[in-house]
């Protein structure tokens, strides 16, 4: 009897083990959450830990390659397959890498000049305020000068009663945190150094890095100290000084009064209140709106002049120079007010220079020789005592107001426009393309000399009646390719 013998069925082929998952994502989610807790624990700072992700954060992707090349050799010896990124980890790379060029992008990015027009000078809206105060006082050297420098904050200058240099701090910094808060006060002292006959202050608001710190100085010093002060974001007050000034301002109002000696302002969007000054004052740069009164020297301008100018009473001569306006002026006993649009004066002493253009000029009470160009305004001038008178103007009209009595000879023209006047003794001719003038007056005199393109030209007795300014007449059209214009 045959014996069955029975063959086992064949064992079902082995089916490769399933790859050990990586341990590179887990390593850099454990790095990052590190690092986020060391910043809410206030171990770190937030800021901090931005700085560095921002600089330092393809080294995460040098890690997980690094771990990935690891686990592929430590595969291959085992005669294992290794293990792909898998969906997780791209998502986690592409994270990586878009926050990361986004946080670098931001890194570089000049954050002041943002920050100060956003909060407009004032306080950031983020973390509370504290308040540090502090007093500085030692002796100032004879015939010294002072040097102040504030990143951000007001400085405060008057007149001590002794020959020491007295300086209150007045300090805010925003901080989550009262300690963090300490520990920026202490990196933001005041300095204040002594070298020979120069003394500095610091108020070293940048201490702390860009922890935003604002410091204010009132500091009383000997009157005839000289003074150099500059300011990046605050405002500036010079009171009751013997010696020269020298300021430079950036985003603030400067205010000096009572200044026996020359002033020197440097400014860039900042705003000027000068009064009582016994000597020259000199301002450049581009300022906001700038004042000056009662100055017994010159006054310089050069720069441009964003919103308006206004002087009054200046003894010696007046030189003003922007993109758009040169003038030069003898003295001014009255006024002088000049915007965008617009110049008016009352009481100017000539010789007068003045070359501008898209204004109307009212002028009152002029003296002596006047030489005037402008285009797109109208002029009007009012003479108290004539001198040689020489205008010259386009798209706008003239009219000049002299004395009935006083003596001139005149010679004028206007194009597309006409000639009139009261003067008998002119001979005055009018056609369809224009007018002209010319002849004597009360047996001559000085020379008037008016010319005109697209406008008339009045000549006229002055009748004591004030007349109406010329920016409540209605303006001629403006070119209409000729862009609008702010400065002065």
């Known amino acids: ?4 013998i029975q063959t086992p069925p064949p064992s079902p082929p082995m089916r490769p083990g399933r790859p050990p998952r990586s341990f590179a994502g887990p390593v850099v989610l454990i790095i990052i959450g590190v690092l986020g807790l060391l910043s809410t624990m206030g171990v770190l700072e937030l800021e901090q830990v931005f700085t560095w992700f921002a600089h330092f954060w393809p080294a995460l992707l040098i890690l997980w390659g690094i771990i990935k090349l690891i686990e592929y050799q430590q595969a291959s010896r085992s005669g294992a397959r290794s293990g792909g990124i898998g969906a997780g980890g791209v998502f986690l790379i592409i994270f990586l890498v878009v926050v990361g060029l986004a946080s670098t992008s931001l890194s570089r990015v000049n954050w002041e000049p943002i920050r100060r027009g956003f909060n407009n000078g004032g306080e950031p809206f983020w973390g509370h305020r504290y308040n540090f105060t502090d ?100 405002d500036i007050s010079v009171m009751g000084r013997d010696g020269n000034a020298t300021v430079t301002s950036q985003d603030g109002d400067v205010s000096i009064t009572d200044l026996n000696a020359g002033l020197t302002l440097s400014l860039e969007g900042s705003s000027a209140r000068i009064s009582q000054v016994s000597s020259d004052v000199a301002i450049q740069g581009r300022a906001k709106d700038v004042s000056i009164e009662d100055v017994k020297g010159a006054v310089r301008l050069d720069g441009d002049f964003r919103e308006s100018l206004k002087l009054s009473r200046i003894a010696k001569s ?3 120079k922007t993109s758009r306006t040169e003038m030069d002026i003898n003295k001014v006993d009255g006024y002088l007010n000049l915007d965008s649009g617009d110049l008016e004066a009352t009481g100017i002493s000539g010789p007068l220079r003045l070359k501008t253009r898209s204004k109307d000029i009212m002028l009152n ?23 040689p008178l020489d205008v010259s103007n386009s798209r706008g009209d003239i009219r000049v107001y002299v004395p009935a009595k006083a003596g001139f000879q005149l010679q004028a023209q206007a194009q597309d426009g006409e000639i009139q006047t009261d003067f008998g003794s002119l001979k005055i001719e009018n056609g369809d393309r224009g007018g002209s003038g010319s002849g004597s007056v009360n047996g001559g005199g000085p020379r008037m000399v008016l010319n005109n393109e697209h406008g008339s030209i009045e000549v006229r007795p002055e009748t004591g009646v004030p007349t109406p300014p010329v920016p409540n007449e209605p303006k001629p059209p403006r070119v209409h390719d000729t862009p609008a214009e702010t400065e002065n």
């Open 1 to 4: 009897m045959a014996s069955t």
């Open 135 to 234: 007093d500085i006082q030692q002796a100032f050297p004879a015939g010294g000068t002072l040097k102040v420098t504030n990143e951000h904050g007001a400085v405060n200058v008057n007149a001590s009663d002794d020959d020491q240099i007295h300086v209150a701090v007045h300090k805010r910094i925003s901080a989550d945190r009262q300690d963090q808060a300490d520990r920026w006060d202490k990196q933001t002292r005041p300095q204040l150094t002594v070298s020979g006959l120069t003394v500095a202050l610091d108020a070293n608001t940048k201490g702390a890095g860009d922890h935003w710190v604002n410091t204010d100085l009132d500091v009383s010093l000997p009157r005839k100290a000289v003074i150099t002060i500059s300011s990046r974001q605050g």
């Open 365 to 387: 009470g002029v003296t002596n020789d006047v030489r005037l160009t402008n285009e797109n305004g109208a002029v009007e001038i009012h003479v108290t005592k004539l001198g």
């Open 318 to 320: 007046v030189s003003f």
